[in-house]
């Protein structure tokens, strides 16, 4: 005879610290819990589901705070309300069905599904998108959605079958993230569209960082829920590939992680993919195209006009899927120099100075200071060809394209211990 044992809530808090405990001893530092929607199934006698899962979660909450230090605990088959309002502190959950690796109809429908649920589970939990393999064939198409997630990234690959090319761009060589603010969501122009079947729409998934927007762009049609097979099913797509349209709008929130109070709108964008730089207003569209499992990722940094002809926008580091996630701080200063101090070198920072004499105003330098987070590629958006660039104290050698503005420098190491940034200045 088969059926489905129950722990007694009375004993329950026993039971969990035994396991937990054990598990802690041997170096395990967290739990994945499964199936607690099962719970609502089996309240009958027991004060009912809520009831049942009150006591649970309680117990649950309980033993992982008491045996792991960063109450490591991911809620999963944890939709149900109850489950929801009962987790006090247990703070991330299962946002989707899990990945399957071997299932070629699941991938698309998993970044539809994880992307809506966080509308909802995005503001009262952190939203967990699940693990992936780094060597599939849709790794690149599931790794950058967890870039962009705003919860955790992790895989689950055997020992020894590692994409590091594609790890590299989603985890830095000390093992930190680089985290986006908010869980990542369906622009507002995809709520009321169907991106896994309607056959003309592609999702985008928005999120900031401190001082720029990220946007993800994925073609998820072809698959969907087969109600008569009851189960998920390819379906023919209308066209080899969609067109859709981006803007800097689609980042709902830009405005906010501009540092100009008085921000005119402009933004620079850039693509992951196509290597590409362009600067727009941010309720201009640009198109973008493509086929099934195909994406693109864009960080979008509001412009700063420093004075006429001179302008500046940061974007990170630009390997990285969420590039914009490694700026930690970003500063604004000003030299006043006459053209003599130029030819000999400025000292002294100030505020701008305006008004004062030709001399003056045709030497002003201005500085942007940012504290970066890792190493690697650091780029930014700036109107003229920087007169130096330096990192901590040394100065560094930097390209310029300027046909596009697009900064490059190479960070190479990751940040002194003690300092956990580098500091890059940027001269104008």
Same mark, same amino acid.
């Given at each position: ?11 329950? &808090? ?12 041997? %170096? ?9 929607? #099962? ?8 004060? %009912? ?23 490591? $605990? ?17 703070? @991330? ?31 009262? +939990? ?72 309607? %056959?003309?729409?592609?999702?985008? @998934?928005?999120?900031?960082? =401190? ?22 099913? /390819? ?17 709902? &929130? ?17 693509? !992951?993919?196509?290597?590409? &730089? ?18 693109? @990722? ?5 412009? =700063?006009?420093?004075?006429? %002809?001179?302008?500046?926008?940061? &974007?990170?580091? #630009?390997? +990285? ?10 500063? !604004? =200063? /000003? ?12 000292? *002294? ?25 890792? $190493?690697?590629?650091? *780029? ?49």
């Amino acid at each position: 005879m088969q059926g489905l044992g129950l722990m007694n809530p009375k004993n329950v &808090l026993k039971f969990y610290n035994e396991l937990h405990s054990y598990l802690a001893s041997v %170096g395990v530092d967290g739990v994945k819990v499964d199936a607690q929607c #099962i719970l609502e199934t089996l309240g009958a006698g027991l004060g %009912g589901r809520v009831e049942l899962t009150r006591h649970y979660h309680q117990a649950l909450d309980t033993s992982v705070a008491g045996n792991f230090l960063d109450n490591g $605990c991911i809620s999963c088959m944890s939709h149900n309300l109850e489950s929801l309002y009962c987790s006090k502190q247990t703070a @991330i959950v299962r946002a989707s069905d899990d990945f399957y690796p071997r299932d070629p109809v699941s991938h698309t429908i998993h970044i539809v599904a994880v992307a809506y649920n966080s509308v909802f589970l995005g503001d009262i +939990m952190l939203t967990d998108w699940d693990m992936f393999h780094s060597l599939h064939p849709a790794a690149e198409y599931h790794g950058s959605a967890r870039a962009i997630s705003g919860g955790p990234v992790y895989v689950s690959d055997a020992p020894g079958k590692h994409n590091f090319d594609l790890l590299k761009k989603l985890v830095l060589p000390d093992g930190s993230i680089l985290r986006t603010q908010l869980p990542g969501r369906p622009t507002k122009d995809c709520l009321f569209s169907d991106p896994s079947r309607d %056959g003309v729409s592609l999702l985008k @998934i928005w999120n900031i960082n =401190k001082y720029t927007g990220v946007l993800g762009v994925y073609n998820c049609q072809g698959a969907a829920w087969n109600s008569v097979e009851r189960k998920n099913t /390819f379906h023919q797509t209308k066209s080899e590939s969609i067109t859709g349209n981006i803007r800097g709008s689609d980042v709902h &929130l830009i405005s906010e992680v501009s540092p100009d109070s008085n921000w005119n709108g402009n933004v620079a964008m850039y693509s !992951y993919r196509s290597r590409k &730089l362009v600067t727009l207003q941010y309720n201009v569209a640009i198109t973008v195209s493509l086929r099934v499992l195909e994406h693109e @990722i864009f960080t979008i940094s509001p412009v =700063k006009v420093l004075a006429p %002809g001179f302008s500046f926008a940061p &974007l990170g580091l #630009i390997d +990285m899927f969420n590039a914009g996630g490694a700026i930690e701080e970003l500063k !604004y =200063k /000003f030299k006043a120099c006459t053209k003599s101090d130029l030819n000999n070198g400025c000292e *002294g920072y100030g505020t701008q100075v305006s008004g004062v004499g030709e001399d003056l105003i045709t030497g002003d330098v201005a500085v942007v200071s940012m504290d970066v987070k890792g $190493c690697g590629r650091f *780029g930014a958006y700036s109107s003229t060809k920087p007169r130096k660039c330096t990192v901590g104290s040394s100065l560094v050698e930097f390209e310029y394209d300027s046909a596009c503005g697009l900064v490059t420098l190479n960070l190479h190491d990751m940040p002194p211990e003690d300092l956990k940034v580098h500091n890059v200045e940027i001269e104008l």
